[in-house]
C-alpha cells in the first residue's frame, strides 16, 4: 500500500502562485507514475500533470500548459505542484495520486485531497 497526504492549499488571489505537496509513505516503489488531479464543485475529477518517479516521463493537461509545473524529490518521496498565473477556473479540491503503471495510469492511490480557492 501507498500514502499520501497533500498539504499546501489554501486562498490565493487571481494571477498568484501556489505549491502543493505530495508526501508518500508506504511501499512506494510500488507507484511508478505519481499524479495530480482536482475536482471542481459540480464537476467531475480531471487529471492535471503527472511524472515518474525517475523523472523521464511527464504529462501534463492543455489547460495547465505553460503554468503548473510537477516535480519530485525521491529521497524524501515527495511530489511538488508548482502552481502560477492562478485562474478562478483552477479553483478546486486538488488530489495526489499514485499508479503502479506510469503516467497514464490507472492510478490505485489517492490522497484526501487539498483545497485551492482561486478569488477574483
Known amino acids: 500500500q501507498v500514502q499520501l497526504v497533500e498539504s499546501g492549499g489554501g486562498l490565493v488571489q487571481v494571477g498568484g502562485s501556489l505549491r502543493l505537496t505530495c508526501a508518500a509513505s508506504?511501499?512506494?516503489?510500488?507507484?511508478?507514475?505519481m499524479g495530480w488531479f482536482r475536482q471542481a464543485p459540480g464537476k467531475e475529477r480531471e487529471f492535471v500533470v503527472a511524472?515518474?518517479?525517475?523523472?523521464?516521463?511527464?504529462r501534463t493537461a492543455v489547460s495547465v500548459k505553460g503554468r503548473f509545473t510537477i516535480s519530485i524529490d525521491n529521497a524524501k518521496k515527495m511530489v511538488y505542484l508548482q502552481m502560477n498565473s492562478l485562474k478562478p477556473g483552477d479553483t478546486a479540491v486538488y488530489y495526489c495520486?499514485?499508479?503502479?503503471?506510469?503516467?497514464?495510469?490507472?492510478?490505485?492511490?489517492w490522497g484526501q485531497g487539498t483545497q485551492v480557492t482561486v478569488s477574483s
Open positions: 495520486a499514485g499508479s503502479t503503471r506510469g503516467v497514464g495510469g490507472p492510478y490505485e492511490y
Open positions: 511524472v515518474t518517479w525517475s523523472g523521464v516521463s511527464t
Open positions: 508506504g511501499r512506494t516503489l510500488s507507484s511508478n507514475g
